[in-house]
């Protein structure tokens, strides 16, 4: 029970470190946002809203200010199942990508910040 209470209170720690450390947005122009919109429609993150490596993903995607829709995997069963069964493990963060057709599952937070910024920076 103590260890329990510890673990809440470190991931509203994270979360409030979070809040008041936020990076600023990248400045586009509206053409070139336009363009990262259409590209990041395609792209969802399941996650868990205290988890530092969610928290470390979710940071690069609004420094790159990209509308990616994120998915809550603890809160939400439906995002949960969908995470279970189709991406093969609740183990989070994890982008999927649909593209050309085909749904990619990429787990590992430094491999999804890497993608991020590679194809949005």
Do not use: H
Not at 3 to 16: D, P, V
Not at 27 to 34: C, I, K, L, Y
């Amino acid at each position: 029970m103590l260890l329990k209470a510890l673990r809440i209170g470190l991931g509203q720690l994270i979360i409030f470190i979070d809040f008041i450390t936020r990076p600023r947005p990248i400045q586009r122009s509206a053409q070139a946002q336009a363009v990262v919109n259409q590209a990041a429609a395609s792209l969802s993150l399941y996650q868990f809203r205290a988890c530092p490596f969610c928290v470390r993903t979710r940071r690069t995607i609004r420094q790159l200010n990209l509308p990616i829709q994120l998915l809550d995997a603890m809160n939400d069963e439906v995002a949960r199942q969908t995470l279970l069964t189709e991406g093969g493990a609740i183990k989070v963060p994890c982008l999927r990508i649909e593209e050309n057709g085909s749904t990619t599952w990429m787990y590992d937070s430094k491999v999804i910040i890497a993608y991020l910024q590679q194809r949005f920076a």
